[in-house]
Protein backbone atom coordinates (compact mmCIF):
# COMPACT_ATOMS: atom_id res chain seq x y z
CA UNK A 1 0.00 0.00 0.00
CA UNK A 2 1.41 3.32 -1.56
CA UNK A 3 -0.47 5.62 0.48
CA UNK A 4 -1.17 6.57 3.77
CA UNK A 5 -4.35 6.55 4.93
CA UNK A 6 -4.80 8.75 7.94
CA UNK A 7 -7.58 7.93 10.23
CA UNK A 8 -9.81 10.83 10.18
CA UNK A 9 -13.39 10.63 11.15
CA UNK A 10 -15.13 13.93 10.81
CA UNK A 11 -16.85 12.48 8.07
CA UNK A 12 -17.24 15.45 5.86
CA UNK A 13 -18.85 14.56 2.57
CA UNK A 14 -17.91 16.26 -0.68
CA UNK A 15 -15.31 19.27 -1.54
CA UNK A 16 -15.44 22.00 -3.48
CA UNK A 17 -11.69 23.01 -3.86
CA UNK A 18 -8.66 20.83 -3.69
CA UNK A 19 -7.46 22.28 0.21
CA UNK A 20 -9.54 19.76 2.38
CA UNK A 21 -7.43 17.18 4.33
CA UNK A 22 -8.49 13.55 3.82
CA UNK A 23 -11.64 12.81 6.31
CA UNK A 24 -14.36 10.37 6.58
CA UNK A 25 -13.57 8.04 3.70
CA UNK A 26 -10.98 6.44 5.89
CA UNK A 27 -12.73 5.84 8.86
CA UNK A 28 -15.18 3.58 6.81
CA UNK A 29 -12.12 1.76 5.24
CA UNK A 30 -12.03 -2.14 5.39
CA UNK A 31 -8.92 -3.84 4.26
CA UNK A 32 -9.53 -7.36 5.12
CA UNK A 33 -12.16 -7.90 2.07
CA UNK A 34 -11.06 -6.78 -1.32
CA UNK A 35 -12.77 -3.85 -3.19
CA UNK A 36 -13.34 -3.31 -6.77
CA UNK A 37 -11.74 -0.16 -7.04
CA UNK A 38 -8.16 -1.25 -5.48
CA UNK A 39 -8.47 -4.57 -7.06
CA UNK A 40 -9.24 -2.40 -10.45
CA UNK A 41 -5.89 -0.21 -9.54
CA UNK A 42 -4.01 -3.39 -9.01
CA UNK A 43 -5.21 -4.45 -12.85
CA UNK A 44 -3.80 -1.11 -13.89
CA UNK A 45 -0.37 -1.80 -12.69
CA UNK A 46 -1.09 1.14 -9.54
CA UNK A 47 0.17 0.67 -5.96
CA UNK A 48 -2.90 1.78 -4.26
CA UNK A 49 -4.12 -1.57 -3.14
CA UNK A 50 -3.82 -3.76 -0.47
CA UNK A 51 -2.59 -7.28 -0.13
CA UNK A 52 -5.91 -8.87 -0.40
CA UNK A 53 -7.02 -7.10 -3.69
CA UNK A 54 -3.96 -8.58 -5.41
CA UNK A 55 -4.51 -11.97 -3.87
CA UNK A 56 -8.30 -11.74 -4.86
CA UNK A 57 -6.85 -9.78 -8.43
CA UNK A 58 -3.84 -12.58 -8.82
CA UNK A 59 -6.81 -15.31 -8.49
CA UNK A 60 -9.28 -13.95 -11.34
CA UNK A 61 -6.37 -12.98 -13.75
CA UNK A 62 -5.88 -16.77 -13.34
CA UNK A 63 -9.68 -17.62 -13.63
CA UNK A 64 -9.77 -15.28 -17.11
CA UNK A 65 -6.19 -14.04 -18.07
CA UNK A 66 -7.79 -10.80 -20.38
CA UNK A 67 -8.92 -9.08 -17.17
CA UNK A 68 -6.29 -6.49 -17.21
CA UNK A 69 -6.40 -6.32 -20.54
CA UNK A 70 -10.04 -5.27 -20.45
CA UNK A 71 -8.95 -2.68 -17.38
CA UNK A 72 -6.65 -0.83 -19.68
CA UNK A 73 -9.05 -0.46 -22.89
CA UNK A 74 -11.20 0.67 -20.70
CA UNK A 75 -9.03 3.52 -19.09
CA UNK A 76 -7.86 3.86 -22.65
CA UNK A 77 -11.62 4.37 -24.11
CA UNK A 78 -11.84 6.83 -21.49
CA UNK A 79 -9.07 9.04 -22.91
CA UNK A 80 -10.47 8.74 -26.25
CA UNK A 81 -13.79 9.39 -25.15
CA UNK A 82 -13.54 12.42 -22.99
CA UNK A 83 -10.97 13.87 -25.89
CA UNK A 84 -13.37 13.37 -28.56
CA UNK A 85 -15.99 15.32 -26.16
CA UNK A 86 -14.09 18.04 -25.20
CA UNK A 87 -12.17 18.28 -28.66
CA UNK A 88 -14.78 17.93 -31.16
CA UNK A 89 -18.43 17.82 -29.76
CA UNK A 90 -16.94 21.30 -27.36
CA UNK A 91 -18.14 19.36 -24.23
CA UNK A 92 -17.20 21.51 -20.90
CA UNK A 93 -19.02 19.65 -18.29
CA UNK A 94 -18.05 15.96 -16.83
CA UNK A 95 -20.13 14.08 -14.29
CA UNK A 96 -17.96 10.99 -13.88
CA UNK A 97 -20.37 8.63 -12.24
CA UNK A 98 -17.87 5.66 -10.59
CA UNK A 99 -14.40 7.29 -11.16
CA UNK A 100 -12.15 4.62 -9.27
CA UNK A 101 -8.98 5.46 -7.92
CA UNK A 102 -6.92 8.63 -9.35
CA UNK A 103 -4.18 6.95 -11.96
CA UNK A 104 -2.91 8.31 -14.53
CA UNK A 105 -4.84 10.89 -17.03
CA UNK A 106 -8.20 11.32 -14.60
CA UNK A 107 -11.24 12.48 -16.85
CA UNK A 108 -10.66 16.11 -15.41
CA UNK A 109 -6.52 16.33 -16.38
CA UNK A 110 -7.93 14.65 -20.09
CA UNK A 111 -10.93 17.76 -20.48
CA UNK A 112 -9.03 20.52 -19.09
CA UNK A 113 -5.83 19.64 -21.25
CA UNK A 114 -8.33 20.55 -24.19
CA UNK A 115 -10.22 23.23 -22.23
CA UNK A 116 -9.13 24.12 -18.91
CA UNK A 117 -11.89 25.73 -17.96
CA UNK A 118 -14.06 22.17 -18.18
CA UNK A 119 -16.16 21.48 -14.53
CA UNK A 120 -16.09 17.73 -13.74
CA UNK A 121 -18.18 16.28 -10.87
CA UNK A 122 -16.65 12.56 -9.90
CA UNK A 123 -19.11 10.61 -7.81
CA UNK A 124 -17.64 6.76 -6.01
CA UNK A 125 -18.78 5.39 -2.56
CA UNK A 126 -15.73 2.99 -2.50
CA UNK A 127 -14.00 4.90 0.97
CA UNK A 128 -10.86 4.75 -0.39
CA UNK A 129 -11.45 6.56 -3.02
CA UNK A 130 -13.06 9.51 -1.59
CA UNK A 131 -9.65 9.59 0.41
CA UNK A 132 -7.44 9.68 -2.61
CA UNK A 133 -9.81 12.40 -4.49
CA UNK A 134 -9.74 14.84 -1.62
CA UNK A 135 -5.69 14.72 -2.50
CA UNK A 136 -5.23 14.39 -5.99
CA UNK A 137 -8.28 15.16 -8.44
CA UNK A 138 -7.05 19.13 -8.42
CA UNK A 139 -8.19 21.60 -11.04
CA UNK A 140 -6.79 23.97 -13.54
CA UNK A 141 -7.53 27.71 -11.64
CA UNK A 142 -9.79 28.39 -14.70
CA UNK A 143 -12.04 24.72 -14.23
CA UNK A 144 -13.32 22.97 -11.21
CA UNK A 145 -13.14 19.83 -9.90
CA UNK A 146 -15.84 18.30 -7.21
CA UNK A 147 -16.15 15.05 -5.65
CA UNK A 148 -18.98 13.36 -4.22
CA UNK A 149 -19.43 10.48 -1.93
CA UNK A 150 -22.58 8.82 -3.10
CA UNK A 151 -24.09 5.44 -4.42
CA UNK A 152 -24.71 5.00 -8.25
CA UNK A 153 -28.26 3.35 -6.75
CA UNK A 154 -29.79 7.34 -5.47
CA UNK A 155 -29.28 9.38 -8.54
CA UNK A 156 -31.68 11.93 -7.71
CA UNK A 157 -29.27 12.63 -4.70
CA UNK A 158 -26.25 12.77 -7.22
CA UNK A 159 -28.04 14.83 -9.33
CA UNK A 160 -29.10 17.52 -6.31
CA UNK A 161 -25.54 17.20 -5.58
CA UNK A 162 -24.56 17.32 -8.45
CA UNK A 163 -25.98 20.67 -9.27
CA UNK A 164 -24.17 22.20 -6.95
CA UNK A 165 -20.78 22.59 -9.65
CA UNK A 166 -22.17 21.79 -12.50
CA UNK A 167 -24.68 24.21 -15.03
CA UNK A 168 -27.48 21.42 -15.62
CA UNK A 169 -29.05 23.95 -18.28
CA UNK A 170 -25.54 23.13 -20.65
CA UNK A 171 -24.20 19.77 -22.03
CA UNK A 172 -22.97 17.32 -19.84
CA UNK A 173 -21.37 14.06 -20.77
CA UNK A 174 -22.49 11.54 -18.00
CA UNK A 175 -19.92 8.91 -17.91
CA UNK A 176 -20.86 5.38 -16.31
CA UNK A 177 -17.80 3.40 -16.83
CA UNK A 178 -17.76 0.19 -15.60
CA UNK A 179 -20.53 0.67 -12.66
CA UNK A 180 -23.89 -0.31 -13.99
CA UNK A 181 -22.50 -3.96 -13.73
CA UNK A 182 -22.73 -3.11 -9.94
CA UNK A 183 -26.62 -2.91 -10.41
CA UNK A 184 -27.36 -6.13 -10.25
CA UNK A 185 -30.97 -5.79 -11.55
CA UNK A 186 -31.36 -4.67 -14.89
CA UNK A 187 -34.28 -2.85 -14.46
CA UNK A 188 -32.96 -0.72 -11.92
CA UNK A 189 -29.99 0.51 -13.80
CA UNK A 190 -32.25 1.47 -16.66
CA UNK A 191 -34.27 3.47 -14.40
CA UNK A 192 -30.97 5.39 -13.00
CA UNK A 193 -29.63 5.63 -16.13
CA UNK A 194 -32.69 7.29 -17.36
CA UNK A 195 -33.29 9.63 -13.94
CA UNK A 196 -28.97 11.07 -14.98
CA UNK A 197 -30.42 11.33 -18.59
CA UNK A 198 -33.16 13.27 -17.67
CA UNK A 199 -31.42 15.52 -15.32
CA UNK A 200 -29.51 17.06 -18.31
CA UNK A 201 -30.26 18.86 -21.60
CA UNK A 202 -30.68 17.93 -25.34
CA UNK A 203 -26.90 17.59 -26.58
CA UNK A 204 -25.27 16.03 -23.38
CA UNK A 205 -23.86 12.43 -23.71
CA UNK A 206 -24.29 9.48 -22.20
CA UNK A 207 -20.59 7.31 -22.04
CA UNK A 208 -21.09 3.79 -21.10
CA UNK A 209 -18.35 0.86 -20.41
CA UNK A 210 -19.79 -2.40 -19.43
CA UNK A 211 -18.50 -6.55 -19.36
CA UNK A 212 -20.00 -8.25 -21.32
CA UNK A 213 -20.49 -12.27 -21.32
CA UNK A 214 -21.17 -12.81 -25.06
CA UNK A 215 -18.82 -15.21 -26.37
CA UNK A 216 -18.49 -13.28 -29.56
CA UNK A 217 -16.27 -10.91 -27.27
CA UNK A 218 -14.68 -13.76 -25.31
CA UNK A 219 -16.94 -13.03 -22.59
CA UNK A 220 -17.84 -16.21 -21.08
CA UNK A 221 -15.21 -16.23 -18.72
CA UNK A 222 -16.21 -13.46 -17.12
CA UNK A 223 -19.22 -15.63 -15.57
CA UNK A 224 -17.41 -18.23 -13.73
CA UNK A 225 -15.00 -15.24 -12.50
CA UNK A 226 -17.81 -13.04 -11.27
CA UNK A 227 -18.44 -16.08 -9.34
CA UNK A 228 -15.43 -16.02 -7.51
CA UNK A 229 -15.70 -12.56 -6.60
CA UNK A 230 -18.91 -12.41 -5.63
CA UNK A 231 -17.96 -15.13 -3.13
CA UNK A 232 -14.76 -13.23 -2.47
CA UNK A 233 -15.00 -9.62 -2.77
CA UNK A 234 -17.43 -6.73 -3.02
CA UNK A 235 -19.03 -5.29 -3.86
CA UNK A 236 -21.00 -8.16 -5.88
CA UNK A 237 -21.00 -7.44 -9.76
CA UNK A 238 -22.43 -8.94 -13.01
CA UNK A 239 -21.52 -9.19 -17.06
CA UNK A 240 -24.75 -8.62 -19.38
CA UNK A 241 -25.00 -9.60 -23.12
CA UNK A 242 -24.81 -6.60 -25.52
CA UNK A 243 -28.65 -6.67 -26.15
CA UNK A 244 -28.85 -5.84 -22.27
CA UNK A 245 -26.15 -3.36 -22.35
CA UNK A 246 -27.55 -1.62 -25.50
CA UNK A 247 -30.70 -1.16 -23.70
CA UNK A 248 -29.46 1.59 -21.46
CA UNK A 249 -28.67 3.68 -24.51
CA UNK A 250 -32.31 3.13 -25.74
CA UNK A 251 -33.75 7.04 -26.79
CA UNK A 252 -30.01 8.35 -27.40
CA UNK A 253 -28.53 8.40 -31.06
CA UNK A 254 -24.76 6.49 -31.08
CA UNK A 255 -21.89 8.30 -32.00
CA UNK A 256 -19.78 6.00 -34.46
CA UNK A 257 -19.11 3.05 -34.15
CA UNK A 258 -21.80 2.31 -31.71
CA UNK A 259 -21.89 -0.01 -29.07
CA UNK A 260 -18.74 -2.20 -29.21
CA UNK A 261 -15.74 -3.68 -27.49
CA UNK A 262 -14.31 -0.77 -25.69
CA UNK A 263 -10.53 -1.33 -27.99
CA UNK A 264 -12.50 -1.22 -31.22
CA UNK A 265 -14.23 2.28 -30.01
CA UNK A 266 -12.48 5.04 -32.67
CA UNK A 267 -9.02 3.56 -31.83
CA UNK A 268 -5.83 5.26 -32.41
CA UNK A 269 -4.38 0.95 -33.31
CA UNK A 270 -6.49 -0.37 -35.66
CA UNK A 271 -5.53 -3.72 -34.82
CA UNK A 272 -6.66 -4.01 -31.19
CA UNK A 273 -7.78 -7.06 -29.74
CA UNK A 274 -11.66 -7.38 -29.15
CA UNK A 275 -12.30 -7.05 -24.98
CA UNK A 276 -15.17 -8.57 -23.41
CA UNK A 277 -16.27 -4.88 -22.26
CA UNK A 278 -18.25 -2.87 -24.51
CA UNK A 279 -18.00 0.96 -24.65
CA UNK A 280 -20.39 3.17 -26.18
CA UNK A 281 -21.19 7.28 -26.50
CA UNK A 282 -24.49 8.34 -27.34
CA UNK A 283 -25.96 11.99 -27.81
CA UNK A 284 -29.15 12.98 -25.92
CA UNK A 285 -31.51 14.16 -29.10
C1 LIG B 1 -14.39 -0.88 -12.38
S1 LIG B 1 -14.12 0.61 -11.50
C2 LIG B 1 -14.16 1.74 -12.86
C3 LIG B 1 -13.39 2.99 -12.61
C4 LIG B 1 -13.40 3.98 -13.79
N1 LIG B 1 -14.75 4.43 -14.09
C5 LIG B 1 -12.81 3.33 -15.02
O1 LIG B 1 -13.56 3.04 -15.95
O2 LIG B 1 -11.60 3.12 -15.03
C6 LIG B 1 -15.73 0.86 -10.76
C7 LIG B 1 -15.83 1.98 -9.73
O3 LIG B 1 -17.22 2.07 -9.35
C8 LIG B 1 -17.29 2.27 -7.95
N2 LIG B 1 -18.59 1.78 -7.47
C9 LIG B 1 -18.99 0.50 -7.37
N3 LIG B 1 -20.25 0.44 -6.90
C10 LIG B 1 -20.66 1.73 -6.70
C11 LIG B 1 -21.86 2.32 -6.23
N4 LIG B 1 -22.91 1.56 -5.85
N5 LIG B 1 -21.93 3.67 -6.18
C12 LIG B 1 -20.87 4.44 -6.55
N6 LIG B 1 -19.70 3.93 -7.00
C13 LIG B 1 -19.59 2.59 -7.07
C14 LIG B 1 -16.14 1.49 -7.38
O4 LIG B 1 -15.78 1.97 -6.10
C15 LIG B 1 -15.07 1.74 -8.44
O5 LIG B 1 -14.29 2.86 -8.13
Not at 89 to 98: A, I, P, T, W, Y
Not at 148 to 168: F, Q, S, Y
Amino acid sequence: MATDVTDDTKGEDDVTDNTHPPTGGSARLNTSVAHNARVWNYWIGGKDNYEVDQQVGEHVATMFPVIREVARADRDFLGRAVTHLAAERGVRQFLDVGTGLPTVDNTHEIAQRVSPDSRIVYVDNDPIVLVHARTLLTSTPEGVTDYIDADVHDPAAIVERAAGTLDLGQPVAVMLLGILNFVLDTDKAREIVRELVAAVPSGSFLVLTHPTFDAEYGGEGNIPAMEFWNENAVPPITARSHAEIASFLDGLELVEPGLVSCSRWRPEDGSAAVVPQLGAVAVKP
